[in-house]
Structures are given as structure tokens and as C-alpha cells.
């Protein structure tokens, strides 16, 4: 008998986690004003509302943080990270952020200007934020196979190059500052982009005379599809395709809470001096000197090796294996979610979960407090609430797909957690003939108002 699947780990420390009655949970969620972001942790069970610095740190890494340099300048902590960084995607430039969207804010204060177009594949809502805020325009070019949710396409992710090519011929150079690659798309569904297609939007990038700058939160996740799913690379190593996707890119900005497995941290990493020099000036303004960048020295060290640990296909395949197992449950009982299964997350496709709840009553946001009421799991709308209104005619903006995502933090809950998800979503699919209505909005701030929403029954 073939021995079955196991975790690439064992446990070295745990939380405790306290379980909720659906009473509690009803009154918790309606002093939240039904936003699962205002509830408190402990009003959680299972927390599946990011991957984002959710992560559990390995015993290397806790091991590293204690050797932490803290030194305002030249610490040896900042010159892990930069070898660890230049091994990995082979780019000579690097400043530290405290996260993401620190490093867009850096990067896009120096290159993105008002009027400007920024083509990519489904820009994350920080990314769009910090183009729109700029007065700049995001214009999504991924391909049409990704908002069919039950199609299966192994590389959901990529950039449509025709739709892409009309972007670039339409515009000057100048007012193209850059192509944003995101690996893996997470608005898409947490869906790879494959290498040739990665390849093909260089070419064009280059014909053009555009930058490319790779998102790349979940740039290993990505390597791991691509080694799985694309001819030519069932035989490289995980370091190996990640080196070949980063030779396509200019520039790359890094949430390392998610594929470099710290708690906070980020970066900005790029091939042109240049280009760092100015972007140097923005990051001592906004984030600390060029050696920490709203890092402290400790964490710069656990993500030196967190972003070695993460491009180990062991590692890889247990996370995303996981994530598969409570996909597949899901499709055994029949609901509708995002295929192929992504990366990081499942994607449920609320569309098609509540089809009698109207888009205006916020479809994917009614669905995730039902399965918080359900079994205290948080998950996080990826519709409208998250699309926010049209920065001109502040309308409402209305995207293809309504999701609710259930995103999994790396190396933190057992497949036995998988389990409980699965059946609370059952139990919620069962009775959804029953949830007819949805939310009416009380409060909203006038970017990224999902964050902060508060919203009553209708
Ligand atoms: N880019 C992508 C693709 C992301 O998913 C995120 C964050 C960011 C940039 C911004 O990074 O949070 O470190 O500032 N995504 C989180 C999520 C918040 O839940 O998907 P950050």
C-alpha cells in the first residue's frame, strides 16, 4: 500500500482556541455592524480572513530572529535579507518596507504620476488604491477564462496579451510607467501565471519600451503551479522556476507576509540604480533608512530564511495541498467555488451560493456572515464591498465574480480544521433557499471602504 500524504513538519508550539455558540456569534457579528473585520479574535474560531502574516514562523526562523541586528545603519540583518533576496530572484537593488503596500507607496510615489495607465492582471485592492490615489488608472488585462468560475484553466492568472497590446498602442511609453504581474492573482482566485505567459508580456514590455513589475506575494505558490502544471519544468527545482520568472521582471514590490512566511515585512527589489536612488528618497521619508525600512533587524533575519523555507517544494506542497483538501470537500457537497483550486485560498462563488440575494444587498459579504454565524469561521468578501465605487462617477462598481474567499495562513491549522470549515459550509449551502435578503450600507470611507464598513440587515 502506497503510504499516504503527510505534513513536511510537526508542531512545536500551539494556541489555544476557543469555540463560540451561534447565539454569541449572532449578537458579535451585529455589534460589528456585520463587518467581520471589527470582530475581536476571540470572537473567531477558525481565521481564515488572510494569509497575510498569519503564518506560523519555523524553529530556523525563530532561531535567526534572535541573532537580529538592530542597528540604524549597515546592519548584518539587512545584509542577510539582500542575499537572500539576490539568490532568489537575482535583482542587485533592494529596500525594506514594513509591508506591501508600503513598498507600492514607495515605488509608486516615484514612478506612478497623475493621468497615467497602469495594465496589469487584476490589480490587489492596495495596488489599485495607491494607482488611483495618484490619479493614475489600473486597466485589468487578464484573460476572460478567469471570471468563469467552474472553467478549468491551469494558469487563471495571466495576462491577456491582445487586451494587453490595445493598452500599450493606445498610450505613449510615458504615460505607461509600468505592467504590474501579480503571482500569483489573487483577485482572480489565487491563480498562477505561467511561465510563457510571464515570457510573452516581457516581450511585448520590451517592444514597447514598458517596465514590468512583478506583485509578488505569493511569487513561490506560483513556481509551485508552474512546476506542477507547465511543460518543461516538472524537473526544476522550485528556486530554479522562480529564478527564471524574476529574470522577465524590472522590478518586483513583496508583501513578505505572505510567501516570505514573517509576520510583517516587505520590499521593493529592482534591477535599475536609478530607479532605487529615487525611490531611496520616498523610502527614508516614509519608512526608516535604506537598511530597515520600518523593519526591525530581527524580522529582516527571519525573512531571510522565511523566504528560503518557502521556495522548498516540501514546504509548498504540504501548504497547497491543504488548501486543495478543503477544496474538493467542498466539491463533494456540491458548492460552487473557484476551479482549479487556487494557491492560498478557496474562492466560493456567492453568485451562484445565493442566487436570490440582488448584487445591490452585497451577495459574497450576506454569505460570509452566515458561515461566521454558522461555525465562527471568518472568511473576506472579494465583491463589491471590496471593488468600492468608480473614483469618478462614484457609482458602485459591480465586479464579474462576487467571492467569498476562505484564504489559509501557512502552517497554522490541521486538516481536522479543514473538516469543520467544509461541514459549516455545508450546513449554510443546505439552508440557503432561506437567505433571501442581504445588507444596506450605514457607513463607508471614500477609499478601501471595506476595511471599515458598517453595515445594518436589510
Ligand atoms: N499584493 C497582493 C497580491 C496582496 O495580496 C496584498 C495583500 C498586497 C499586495 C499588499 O500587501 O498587506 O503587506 O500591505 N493582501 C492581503 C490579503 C491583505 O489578505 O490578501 P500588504
Known amino acids: 500500500m502506497e503510504l499516504p500524504f503527510a505534513e513536511s513538519y510537526k508542531i512545536k508550539m500551539v494556541e489555544p482556541l476557543r469555540r463560540s455558540t451561534r447565539e454569541e456569534r449572532i449578537q458579535w457579528i451585529k455589534e460589528a455592524k456585520y463587518n467581520l473585520f471589527n470582530l475581536r479574535s476571540d ?37 542577510n535579507l539582500k542575499e537572500s533576496i539576490q539568490k532568489i530572484f537575482g535583482m542587485e537593488y533592494f529596500l525594506p518596507t514594513h509591508q506591501g ?19 496589469g492582471n487584476s490589480h490587489f485592492d492596495t495596488t489599485k488604491g495607491h494607482i488611483e490615489f495618484r490619479h493614475g488608472k489600473a486597466v485589468d488585462c487578464t484573460i476572460d477564462e478567469a471570471f468563469v468560475t467552474e472553467m478549468e484553466h491551469p494558469f487563471k ?17 510615458e504615460k505607461i510607467p509600468m505592467i504590474i504581474v501579480t503571482v500569483t492573482c489573487n483577485t482572480s482566485g489565487g491563480q498562477p501565471v505561467s511561465m510563457k505567459n510571464i515570457r510573452e508580456v516581457k516581450e511585448m514590455a520590451v517592444k514597447y519600451g514598458v517596465p514590468v513589475c512583478f506583485d509578488s506575494a505569493r511569487f513561490a505558490e506560483n513556481a509551485y503551479f508552474i ?24 522590478m518586483m514590490t513583496m508583501s513578505s507576509k505572505k510567501d516570505g512566511i514573517v ?51 516540501e514546504y ?56 461566521y454565524i454558522e461555525g465562527g469561521i471568518r472568511g473576506v468578501e472579494i465583491g463589491t464591498l471590496l471593488a468600492d465605487r468608480d473614483p469618478e462617477s462614484r457609482e458602485n462598481r459591480y465586479p ?22 467544509a461541514v459549516a459550509l ?23 471602504r471595506h476595511f471599515t464598513v458598517e453595515l445594518d440587515k436589510i
Open 426 to 448: 455545508k450546513n449554510v449551502w443546505d439552508r440557503r433557499d432561506n437567505i433571501k435578503t442581504g445588507y444596506k450600507i450605514l457607513y463607508e470611507a471614500p477609499i478601501m
Open 227 to 250: 512546476k506542477l502544471r507547465e511543460e518543461g519544468y516538472q524537473n526544476k527545482t522550485i528556486k530554479e522556476i522562480v529564478f527564471e520568472m524574476y529574470s522577465y521582471a524590472d
Open 400 to 421: 464579474a465574480l462576487e467571492l467569498l474567499r476562505l484564504a489559509i495562513p501557512r502552517r497554522v491549522y490541521t486538516n481536522n480544521h479543514m473538516d469543520v470549515i
Open 316 to 371: 509548498l506542497e504540504t501548504r497547497i495541498k491543504q488548501i486543495e483538501y478543503l477544496g474538493q470537500k467542498l466539491i463533494e457537497f456540491g458548492i460552487p467555488i473557484q476551479r482549479p483550486i487556487g494557491g492560498h485560498a478557496v474562492f466560493i462563488d456567492a453568485k451562484k451560493f445565493l442566487p436570490s440575494v440582488p448584487k445591490e444587498e452585497y451577495i459574497a459579504q450576506t454569505l460570509a456572515i452566515e458561515v
Open 101 to 119: 503596500r508600503a513598498a507600492e507607496n514607495v515605488l509608486f510615489s516615484t514612478l506612478v504620476k497623475s493621468g497615467d495607465i497602469v495594465p
Open 263 to 313: 509576520n510583517m515585512g516587505g520590499f521593493i527589489a529592482l534591477r535599475s540604480q536609478q530607479i532605487f536612488r529615487d525611490a531611496a528618497v520616498y523610502n527614508i521619508m516614509f519608512e526608516g533608512f535604506i537598511t530597515y525600512g520600518g523593519m526591525s533587524g530581527r524580522d529582516m533575519n527571519a525573512l531571510a530564511v522565511g523566504l528560503m523555507e518557502s521556495t522548498e517544494f
Open 157 to 173: 492568472g495571466n495576462i491577456d496579451l491582445t487586451k494587453l497590446e490595445k493598452v500599450l498602442s493606445s498610450y505613449p511609453a
Open 43 to 79: 470572537q473567531v474560531f477558525i481565521d481564515l480572513l488572510t494569509d497575510s502574516g498569519t503564518g506560523a514562523m519555523s524553529d530556523r526562523q525563530w532561531s535567526a530572529l534572535m541573532m537580529g541586528d538592530e542597528s540604524y545603519a549597515g546592519a548584518s540583518s539587512y545584509f
